[in-house]
């Protein structure tokens, strides 16, 4: 008898929520489309959102701030795979290509596998 009506209860409260437009998570579902987020953060070097930043104002209130790394979308070709690889580097992770000669050498040097890309 309880968990029938823990059940109806359960079930009043979904109602609700969805009837005020509240969504309730569901953990593993992706958007309608099939495409999941990604990470602001480079797929070479790992550098993420720094959202320890601080903005200091003229009366010198302490705002916080999140400083994004400068990602640049770029297409290589990978001589290993055969093919063209696409990927979201920020400004230091290109310069990093262009230092070891090439994005198979610089994934090489950093573990980064190029086939998920």
Same mark, same amino acid.
């Given at each position: 008898?309880?968990?029938t009506?823990?059940?109806?209860?359960?079930?009043?409260?979904?109602a609700? #929520?969805? #009837?005020?437009?509240?969504?309730?998570? *569901?953990?593993? *579902?992706?958007?309608?489309?099939?495409?999941?987020?990604?990470a602001?953060?480079?797929?070479?070097? =790992?550098?993420?959102?720094?959202?320890?930043?601080? *903005?200091?104002?003229?009366?010198?209130?302490r705002?916080?701030? *999140?400083?994004?790394?400068?990602l640049?979308?770029?297409? !290589?070709?990978?001589?290993?795979? =055969?093919r063209?690889?696409?990927?979201?580097?920020?400004?230091?992770?290109?310069?990093?290509?262009?230092? !070891? =000669? =090439?994005?198979?050498?610089? #994934?090489?040097?950093?573990?980064?596998?190029?086939?998920?890309?």
């Amino acid at each position: 008898m309880n968990s029938t009506l823990a059940l109806l209860v359960i079930a009043a409260v979904i109602a609700t #929520a969805s #009837a005020f437009g509240v969504h309730t998570p *569901v953990s593993g *579902v992706s958007n309608g489309s099939g495409m999941t987020m990604r990470a602001r953060e480079c797929d070479l070097l =790992g550098k993420k959102p720094n959202r320890q930043a601080r *903005v200091v104002t003229f009366s010198h209130k302490r705002n916080k701030k *999140v400083q994004h790394v400068n990602l640049q979308t770029r297409k !290589y070709f990978s001589d290993e795979l =055969g093919r063209s690889v696409k990927l979201r580097l920020s400004t230091k992770g290109l310069k990093t290509v262009e230092k !070891y =000669g =090439g994005v198979d050498a610089a #994934a090489k040097k950093f573990g980064l596998d190029l086939k998920k890309f």
